[in-house]
């Protein structure tokens, strides 16, 4: 099936410094990817949708100019964090539809999830 | 709105079955999901349903969907211990469109 990779698993980082996480469809074309937040023992939160060729579109209560969201092309988006700070230590899941599988396009793909530790 | 709400935790006997439940609130859903996530991991689709279906079965995974009361659930058959995990409930208006998931179920397996 389709592959989406996450890099990096993990990253620990000191406060006041940016990260830059980055999402690939290995094997299919995404003009849409997803930026999803896990809190410890809870659901994922949307962050925002990721548009190749445009701007992301974040979900009501996500800074904008804190997560930075580039989607310079098919395969790849990146989601950044700018000026780390502790309690945005979380594990932050990206998400690819692949839209050429047919009935099975309904599936959206996931990555192995990025670990953040700001400390 | 778009939500979607399950129960906390789930503990069952080895060999027993084992039932989530799942209610949604968007009526527009069209798309409705259960993954698995096991400790430290990414997600798995197991088995997804369209609306205009009330039940699919998959193996030992069976899935009932009541439109009308907008509830879901997976019935999972002779549960094993491999099926520790969180079981997260989703929706979505379209197959292109962003999932929106439910808390998760932790369900926990006891000899």
């Known amino acids: 099936g389709a592959v989406v990779s996450q890099h990096p698993s993990r990253v620990i980082c000191k406060s006041g410094t940016s990260v830059k996480i980055e999402c690939r469809s290995l094997?299919?074309?995404?003009?849409?990817m997803f930026w999803y937040r896990q809190f410890p023992k809870q659901s994922l939160m949307l962050m925002a949708t990721?548009?190749?060729?445009?701007?992301?579109?974040?979900e009501q209560g996500v800074e904008k100019d804190k997560f930075l969201i580039n989607h310079a092309s098919l395969t790849l988006s990146t989601l950044t964090v700018t000026s780390a700070h502790p309690e945005d230590s979380s594990f932050y899941i990206c998400?690819?539809?692949?839209?050429?599988?047919?009935?099975?396009?309904?599936?959206?793909?996931f990555g192995q999830g990025t670990r953040l530790t700001v400390v | 709105g778009e939500d979607v709400e399950q129960s906390l935790f789930l503990s069952v006997r080895e060999g027993d079955s084992s039932v989530i439940n799942c209610t949604y609130t968007?009526?527009?859903?069209?798309?409705l999901y259960w993954y698995k996530q096991e400790p430290g991991a990414g997600l798995q689709l197991l088995t997804y349903i369209f609306s205009n279906m009330d039940m699919k079965q998959d193996q030992r995974l069976t899935v009932l969907l009541n439109k009308k009361d907008k509830h879901l659930s997976l019935r999972i058959a002779d549960t094993q211990t491999g099926d520790s995990a969180i079981y997260f409930c989703a929706e979505s208006r379209s197959s292109a469109s962003k999932i929106i998931f439910g808390s998760g179920t932790r369900l926990s397996i006891r000899p």
């Open positions: 998400s690819a539809r692949d839209p050429g599988t047919g009935l099975m396009n309904t599936e959206a793909f």
């Open positions: 968007d009526s527009s859903s069209t798309y």
């Open positions: 094997d299919f074309q995404a003009t849409t």
């Open positions: 990721s548009n190749e060729g445009s701007k992301a579109t974040y």
